[in-house]
């Protein structure tokens, strides 16, 4: 934000939406990603139903709480026949009146709320917003879509009018946005990796000439606001703690039903060394040896869909509980890519293959998104085979790559 | 001497130039950085993530 506003000062700055968390665990990050970007200064932002997973209420006591100008212009409450959220913002840029609304699809399910909220079909909705905004003197026009890219690409087709437009939804990441008629859509920004970056070129009237869209991952070139990287992690210590509890009572309630016994389980890596003594010397200098510590050292050690990918079997039989009762499981071991320890007779006579699509398990494009299979291979491959070249910088670990 | 209509009109005219001055300086085109660009920066379907596992 700070270097794009060493070089423009017309900036807007907007949220597309759909950034509630995916899991009931992690409800406090949804306030807490309210509370960062109203200390970013978010112009906008956008909504999903994804918003009204922990219920309309508290959406609703979170918007009063931060003022954050969340749009939808298509979502009503059945019995008022109202809005249940503002339709648009329109923000003076500088020398531009901007007009920001949001729309999500009509075709999602919402749930228990569908009994008393009602989506209207987007393309109607956006006809009358634009003609509003147009009408309240925005020279540029700007859609939050939570559409999904079918949708959203079908309805600025459909709709003149709107200058820029950022698709959301489980959207496929497109790092080059593209001019969909007169609209420059944007295609990224996803899971706070991503950042879309839409240039629009003014005329005298200051109304939108041309403009073009690209996303950037925000990797460890970037670097961080000093305050939000503050903010964030007071946050996450916090949070992380509160999860750890959390784990260690789930972990209790665990161990009793692993002690009933299950038929295949895991065994730890000191049990493989035994015999794979060679090839356990060599895992010890891999990263994966440290994935543990990485998961402490940004204190994610609490955050259960995180962990899973830092040790063996988490959760499952013989494998990870946490670090009182487990902590010889911690780590990417041997079990991690060849499987259960306990079905290892039948893996030497038919050798389960670890390929690409093991790693990927983890190494997702969300998670790892610089990962390299090719490239990261011979820095943990038993056979040695493979030149190591460097590795890119990865936002996953600003001081050096990790296991991700 | 001034008559009383000569000061109005003084004060009047000092007055406009004041205001054109001052709007001049507030004006954002004024001292604007590629004053014909809007640039939008967004993020989208951010699911919860602060940021990494580590």
Same mark, same amino acid.
């Given at each position: 934000m700070d270097s794009i506003r060493t070089s423009y000062s017309q900036v807007l700055l907007v949220d597309g939406g &759909?950034?509630? !968390? $995916?899991?009931? #665990?992690? *409800?406090d990050v949804a306030w807490f990603l309210m509370d960062a970007m109203k200390v970013l200064g978010v112009d906008a932002v956008g909504m999903s139903e994804r918003e009204l997973r922990f219920g309309l209420g508290y959406l609703k006591a979170q918007l009063k709480r931060t003022q954050l100008p969340m749009v939808c212009a298509n979502l009503y409450?059945? @019995? @008022?026949?109202? #809005? %249940? #959220?503002? !339709?648009y913002v329109v923000k003076q840029v500088g020398s531009v009146k901007v007009g920001v609304f949001g729309l999500m699809s009509n075709t999602v399910a919402l749930g228990p709320l569908g009994d008393t909220l009602r989506v209207e079909e987007p393309t109607a909705a956006a006809k009358r917003t634009v003609a509003e905004l147009r009408k309240r003197g925005a020279t540029v026009v700007v859609l939050l879509a939570q559409l999904g890219k079918v949708e959203g690409e079908d309805l600025v087709t459909a709709v003149e009018g709107i200058d820029a437009v950022i698709l959301g939804h489980n959207m496929p990441l497109l790092q080059k946005g593209r001019l969909i008629k007169n609209t420059v859509a944007c295609y990224g920004g996803e899971q706070g990796q991503y950042i879309g970056r839409t240039l629009l070129t003014l005329d005298a009237k200051r109304k939108m000439a041309s403009g073009d869209n690209e996303t950037f991952l925000l990797g460890p070139e970037i670097a961080d606001k000093k305050e939000m990287a503050a903010l964030v992690k007071g946050f996450n210590d916090s949070f992380n703690e509160k999860l750890q509890k959390l784990q260690k009572e789930k972990a209790a309630k665990d161990a009793e039903k692993a002690a009933q016994g299950a038929p295949e389980h895991y065994l730890g890596g000191e049990v493989c060394a035994r015999c794979h003594a060679a090839e356990a010397a060599q895992w010890k200098a891999t990263r994966h040896a440290q994935a543990w510590q990485s998961l402490v050292d940004a204190k994610k050690d609490g955050d259960p869909a995180c962990i899973t990918c830092h040790? %063996?079997?988490?959760? *499952? +039989? &013989?494998?990870?509980?946490d670090q009182a009762t487990?902590? +010889?499981? +911690?780590? %990417? *071991?041997? $079990? @991690?890519?060849? &499987?259960? &320890? @306990?079905?290892h007779d039948a893996f030497s006579s038919s050798p389960r293959k670890v390929t690409e699509l093991t790693c990927r398990i983890c190494h997702t494009k969300e998670v790892s998104p610089g990962f390299d299979y090719a490239l990261y291979l011979p820095y943990v491959s038993h056979a040695g085979t493979g030149q190591k070249l460097p590795l890119p910088g990865s936002?996953?670990?600003?001081q050096a790559p990790s296991g991700h | 001497m001034k008559t009383v209509l000569s000061r109005i009109l003084a004060t009047t005219l000092l007055a406009a130039i004041a205001w054109m001055l001052l709007a001049g300086a507030s004006a954002?085109?004024?001292?604007?950085?590629?004053?014909d660009k809007l640039v939008i920066l967004s993020t989208v379907d951010v699911k919860g993530k602060t940021d990494p596992c580590g």
């Open positions: &759909g950034f509630f !968390p $995916e899991d009931d #665990l992690h *409800q409450e059945k @019995s @008022s026949g109202k #809005l %249940v #959220l503002a !339709p040790v %063996v079997g988490y959760n *499952q +039989a &013989g494998g990870y509980k487990t902590a +010889a499981m +911690a780590n %990417v *071991q041997c $079990e @991690s890519c060849h &499987g259960m &320890g @306990s079905t936002p996953m670990k600003k | 954002p085109r004024g001292n604007a950085l590629e004053p």
